[in-house]
């Protein structure tokens, strides 16, 4: 009777109703003053300019031929940068998760580093490749002599296209390839079994199973394309700036508030479109089916896959490689060779530049607004994460599908809202240096607790119940069996936290000081103003960026346990 008592104790609910609210208490207060009350500011002024409700000033501006033009060119170029990364990544999906190869492990990783890094970084790495200072323009001139064209593709679509499908071919090669891999090689085995070509078999077999996993990839790469901000800002010219980038140019240069508040509810309306059908696809993807790793895997037998394999190598070479090793290259060129030149200058506020600060002095706000985040983002998401896994309810499922909304929202959206809803005590934070790192936790803390949940829930209640046997408290047996069990994920997810942190831009751009600026941020002002200076500082700025961004990556990658803190 007192073992079945104790295995009751370990097996019940482990927070009591006052706990639980204990510690629902800070990432409610964080959402509510954080999330909901920006956004609900955006849509009341979209609504009511005047503080009364009237619909006259939200159909002049979607009326108004500008506007209409901002739509259209925001929804063609998502369709069209969608398109090119499925046409891209549904091949590199299958050579990865079907294709036996030396370094496949490496370059599967290194396929995900595009996808983490932030999207000022994407921009200046294009802006290198594509640029008159291109190593391309060099080969060019040493080819075909002082006549040879110049390639500038600055400010036109095929960048921002090009940038949309390096930042999202990641989402298409592990969504699909993930799924790929958990499908059962029999059902096309048993299809060549009757005589059809493995391609045959791959495309009437495996791609309908698939469809779900495809349609789910592409429509959160649409979403991430949709909202695209970083890159087309720097990457686009006039005539080509999304929601996002009018969202901006509304605020902080016509000072148009109700103009960005109509623009923000039109872009919500449609994030939450993109998200549902998300949503819907993905609850119909392929369930994932416990195989050995390589089960699936086989070496290339044709000459036709060969050469298939080859081609995706060089595509993944050409795509995701040269553009930050165009951007390591530009931040050494000097005006007569290479050098440090940029980097060291980065110490001192050089004539002619445009920051407030030294380049230098960025780096470290980065990395203490980051960590601030980081820890955060950690403490808040540990807590929804115990409050989930140990007690559930409506309450918690709220609090659970509240911190995730941030990840489907606007972050200019988010940031825009902090400058017209956080002016009043005693959530007056619009002169506060917290604002940064609250912004930037704000975007992170959804991922703590999305790396937290499932680690939690996976700890063998066995462990529980013997701990309870032997007389341990719920308190005690979440202290010493729970905690040690998870720290590692913890650890892991702090590391994402901080690489969100350390590169978040769409935010941070609305509410960093002058004074105060974070890498991104200067490596924007930098890119903005002419001469040879500034974009070193950028280069420059940029590449230590990257360096970090992808330290932490590989830092995560050794950390994590098993499928945790994976994408």
């Known amino acids: 009777m007192a073992v079945a008592r104790a295995t009751a104790r370990a097996t019940r609910p482990t927070l009591s109703r006052g706990g639980q609210l204990a510690l629902l208490a800070p990432p409610t207060l964080f959402l509510l003053v954080l999330f909901v009350q920006p956004v609900a500011a955006i849509v009341w002024r979209g609504l009511a300019p005047d503080g009364a409700p009237d619909l006259s000033g939200v159909v002049g501006v979607l009326t108004s031929p500008s506007v209409r033009g901002v739509v259209w060119f925001t929804l063609w170029q998502a369709v069209a940068s969608t398109a090119l990364t499925l046409a891209l990544g549904l091949p590199g999906a299958y050579a990865l998760s079907r294709l036996r190869f030396r370094g496949r492990r490496t370059v599967s990783a290194l396929v995900l580093v595009p996808f983490v890094l932030p999207t000022v970084v994407v921009g200046s790495a294009f802006l290198a490749l594509l640029g008159p200072r291109s190593p391309i323009n060099s080969a060019l001139v040493g080819l075909l002599g002082s006549g040879a064209p110049t390639l500038d593709l600055r400010r036109t679509v095929v960048a921002i296209l090009l940038a949309h499908?390096?930042?999202?071919?990641?989402?298409?090669?592990?969504?699909?390839?993930?799924?790929?891999a958990n499908l059962d090689p029999r059902l096309e085995d048993a299809a060549r079994s009757l005589g059809a070509s493995r391609w045959r078999a791959v495309r009437e077999v495996a791609l309908p199973l698939l469809r779900p996993a495809i349609l789910a990839s592409a429509a959160i790469v649409f979403l991430f394309t949709f909202t695209s901000f970083g890159v087309v800002l720097l990457l686009g010219g006039p005539g080509l700036a999304t929601l996002e980038v009018e969202i901006h140019r509304a605020t902080v240069q016509l000072l148009d508030l109700p103009l960005a508040s109509v623009l923000a509810l039109l872009q919500l309306v449609a994030v939450i479109a993109a998200l549902t059908v998300y949503g819907r696809l993905q609850r119909r993807s392929v369930a994932r089916t416990p195989r050995a790793a390589d089960e699936a895997l086989h070496a290339p037998a044709t000459a036709s896959e060969r050469w298939f394999l080859r081609a995706n190598l060089v595509v993944i070479g050409l795509l995701l490689v040269a553009p930050p090793a165009v951007l390591v290259e530009r931040a050494l060129a000097t005006g007569d060779g290479y050098g440090l030149g940029h980097f060291t200058g980065l110490a001192t506020q050089a004539r002619g530049t445009v920051l407030a600060v030294a380049p230098l002095a960025a780096v470290?706000?980065?990395?203490?607004?980051?960590?601030?985040?980081?820890?955060?983002?950690?403490?808040?998401?540990?807590?929804?994460?115990?409050?989930?896994?140990?007690?559930?309810?409506?309450?918690?499922?709220?609090?659970?599908?509240?911190?995730?909304?941030?990840?489907g929202t606007s972050a200019v959206t988010v940031g825009f809202g902090f400058l017209i809803s956080l002016d009043r005590p005693?959530?007056?934070?619009?002169?506060?240096?917290?604002?940064?790192?609250?912004?930037q936790a704000l975007i992170a803390t959804p991922f703590v607790v999305r790396s937290l949940v499932p680690a939690?829930?996976?700890?063998?209640?066995?462990?529980?119940?013997?701990?309870?046997?032997?007389?341990?408290?719920?308190?005690?047996?979440?202290?010493?069996?729970?905690?040690?069990?998870?720290?590692?994920?913890?650890?892991?997810?702090?590391?994402?936290?901080?690489?969100?942190?350390?590169?978040?831009?769409?935010?941070?751009?609305?509410?960093?000081?002058?004074?105060?600026?974070?890498?991104?941020v200067a490596i924007f002002r930098a890119l903005g103003r002419p001469g040879a200076a500034n974009f070193g500082q950028a280069m420059a700025l940029s590449t230590i960026l990257m360096a970090v961004t992808a330290s932490a990556l590989l830092l995560i990658d050794r950390l994590r346990v098993g499928e945790v803190g994976r994408f």
């Open 364 to 407: 470290r706000n980065s990395l203490v607004f980051a960590v601030a985040a980081a820890v955060i983002a950690t403490v808040l998401g540990t807590c929804t994460a115990i409050a989930v896994t140990g007690r559930r309810g409506r309450l918690t499922r709220l609090v659970d599908r509240g911190l995730m909304l941030p990840l």
């Open 426 to 439: 005693p959530f007056d934070l619009r002169g506060s240096v917290l604002l940064v790192p609250l912004a």
């Open 165 to 180: 499908a390096f930042f999202n071919y990641a989402v298409v090669v592990r969504t699909v390839g993930g799924a790929w």
């Open 456 to 520: 939690i829930e996976a700890i063998d209640t066995r462990l529980r119940e013997a701990a309870g046997v032997l007389g341990a408290t719920p308190r005690r047996i979440w202290r010493e069996v729970d905690l040690p069990i998870v720290a590692r994920t913890a650890l892991v997810a702090t590391g994402f936290a901080f690489a969100i942190a350390v590169g978040e831009f769409g935010a941070t751009v609305f509410v960093a000081r002058a004074e105060l600026p974070t890498v991104p």
